[in-house]
């Protein structure tokens, strides 16, 4: 089991450069895997994710090679086989599969997906879209098998009764290979749906509408990349960054993002009183002062992203009365409250969804465990501002969606070390 140990006390100064979206890197991959040639990514980020998805594709006899952050897929000998249950498992976005290979082969057969433990993440939503595009679905043992076979794919108008994500995303990545065309309303706008629509665009595909309530697919029989694509900059990593910087920071540089991505996350902190000077691609944020509490709000994008609740909750701490937190995606989200109280903080949750922070003085280093990826990112916040020293069990948790932890917080001057796991292969 990883941990991650920081000694706390030292303030954060220097610069730091923003990787590529893992919640865009986790759909790309499965793309991927539509293409009838070779595929090429850069700034993609260097996290266990990206690992697990390999070892996916690899079952798939799909070859692939990540070094850099430039990850090379070859997808041209792919073979229909049963996917590993243990890394499915493992993985949420593994979904993606669904809709990926549903396009490529007309039919899909996958274990339902794990990933960290956020409450009721059905994929009703998923199955909606697979029907309307004319597949048959069927469940057994947690076993789902997505059979379009008999007659094909044909393109439908689907109307999702909730905006989400990995939704909008799976019928995408079946519809670009459907018969005709397909009209998907209601359906999320995050930054990383038209980053998808961007990638699959590139190889031939025809989508319109991303970035707006209604996406239009008319289907291609083949799709080929030109050239390598760029992953956007990870927001919820920028927004982690941005937080630790303004609790603990002594002037901190980040670079590598694209701030309307960030304008929700930004508004609240310029709200508290945080020193911020946005540019083009990169933001300061200037040294601690005192900080007015906020209420918050999750909601799909653009409003406050449920990815931030976490990371800027350690941050709220050091504002002068009680803040609130409502989220309204994932109201389960809440596990690491009683882990932050373990420190010292004034935190408490008494309903599913709202926090309530108050103004801590001091937080003390002690044991603490990482329930899943943004709630041990707050728990590193909340270390790096304590007395002592702080371990964070179950840290691979984090490792799975932040680029080269230990480089980036090193270098901002904190003092940490992650044991448990290779960090030049980021496999455990």
């Known amino acids: 089991m990883a941990n991650i140990i920081i000694n706390g006390g030292r303030k954060v100064a220097g610069s730091v450069t923003i990787g590529g979206a893992k919640n865009s890197t986790v759909a790309l991959i499965p793309a991927a895997i539509l293409a009838d040639t070779p595929v090429s990514f850069d700034n993609v ?38 996917l590993p249950a243990s890394a499915i498992k493992s993985l949420r976005a593994s979904y993606y599969f669904m809709g990926a290979l549903l396009g490529r082969f007309g039919r899909a057969t996958v274990t339902f997906p794990g990933g960290d433990n956020l409450g009721a993440r059905p994929i009703d939503q998923h199955i909606k879209g697979f029907e309307a595009l004319g597949a048959v679905i069927t469940e057994k043992d947690d076993v789902i098998t997505i059979d379009a076979s008999a007659h094909g794919l044909r393109g439908a108008r689907i109307a999702l009764d909730t905006v989400s994500v ?9 519809a670009v290979k459907a018969e005709g065309q397909t009209v998907i309303e209601n359906v999320a706008k995050e930054p990383e749906i038209i980053d998808m629509a961007t990638f699959l665009n590139n190889m031939g595909a025809s989508v319109r509408g991303a970035g707006t309530d209604t996406i239009r697919i008319t289907g291609v ?32 540089m980040i670079q590598n993002v694209i701030p ?29 002062k005192p900080l007015q509490p906020v209420a918050i709000k999750t909601m799909p994008y653009p409003g406050f992203a449920t990815d931030l609740q976490q990371p800027i909750t350690p941050l709220l701490f050091l504002a002068e009365g ?6 309204t995606i994932y109201p389960q989200r809440i596990r690491h409250v009683a882990e932050l109280r373990r420190m010292g903080a004034e935190i408490s949750s ?19 465990e990482a329930a899943e990826i943004r709630a041990g990112a707050a728990l590193i916040i909340a270390a790096v501002m304590a007395d002592g020293q702080t371990i964070i069990g179950n840290a691979s948790h984090i490792l799975r969606g932040y680029d080269r932890l230990y480089e980036k917080l090193s270098g901002l001057g904190v003092d940490v070390t992650i044991e448990g796991v290779n960090l030049i292969n980021l496999m455990p």
């Open 350 to 368: 008494l309903n599913p969804g709202e926090i309530k922070i108050n103004h801590s003085d001091r937080l003390v280093g002690t044991n603490v």
């Open 45 to 82: 980020p260097q996290i266990l994710d990206v690992k697990n998805l390999q070892y996916l594709l690899a079952a798939m006899n799909v070859h692939s090679n990540f070094d850099q952050g430039n990850l090379s897929i070859d997808p041209t000998t792919i073979e229909e086989s049963e």
């Open 260 to 288: 309307e991505h960030l304008e929700s996350y930004t508004s609240k902190l310029l709200e508290m009183g945080v020193d911020l000077k946005i540019g083009d691609d990169q933001i300061y944020v200037g040294p601690s």
């Open 322 to 327: 009680e803040s609130t937190i409502l989220d």
């Open 166 to 174: 990995g939704a909008t995303m799976n019928i995408m990545l079946a």
């Open 221 to 252: 029989s083949s799709l080929r990349a030109q050239n390598t694509h760029t992953v956007i900059p990870d927001r919820i990593e920028a927004g982690t960054y941005m937080s630790l910087a303004a609790a603990f920071g002594d002037g901190v």
